[in-house]
Nanobody, 128 residues
Framework: QVQLVESGGGLVQAGGSLRLSCAAS????????MGWFRQAPGKEREFAAA????????YVADSMKDRLIISRDNVQNTVYLQMNSLKVEDTAVYYC?????????????????????WGQGTQVTVSS
């Protein structure tokens, strides 16, 4: 099974940018649809962005559509989340998630329950 490790979180001022990375080991990432979720203190984990196995199809939550870009490098076995124009309310732990799918499918998934594998998360804190 795949292991996922997030990195790239930290403290940033409002209006700044961060790029999160999710490195996979144990299996090749090209057989997984991937997603990013976030969880703020006291709130449920929510969907942020998703990308299909090949990377040709992506989807970003409407509330973040103009600020987030999800991408992947299957050679490097890594998925990225570029976050721009960060707001204080973006403060959360960000998790990457993976779902192994058959090679003939190239979908993305937006529900927590769609994913089988999760990383430990990386903290993003946006200060005013």
């Amino acid at each position: 099974q795949v292991q996922l490790v997030e990195s790239g979180g930290g403290l940033v001022q409002a209006g700044g940018s961060l790029r999160l990375s999710c490195a996979a080991s144990g299996r090749t990432l090209s057989t997984y649809a991937m997603g990013w979720f976030r969880q703020a203190p006291g709130k449920e984990r929510e969907f942020a962005a998703a990308i299909s196995r090949s990377g040709s199809r992506t989807y970003v939550a409407d509330s973040m559509k103009d600020r987030l870009i999800i991408s992947r490098d299957n050679v490097q076995n890594t998925v990225y989340l570029q976050m721009n124009s960060l707001k204080v309310e973006d403060t959360a732990v960000y998790y990457c998630a993976g779902r192994e799918i058959d090679i003939g499918y190239n979908y993305y998934y937006t529900r927590r329950t769609d994913y089988n594998y999760w990383g430990q998360g990386t903290q993003v804190t946006v200060s005013s």
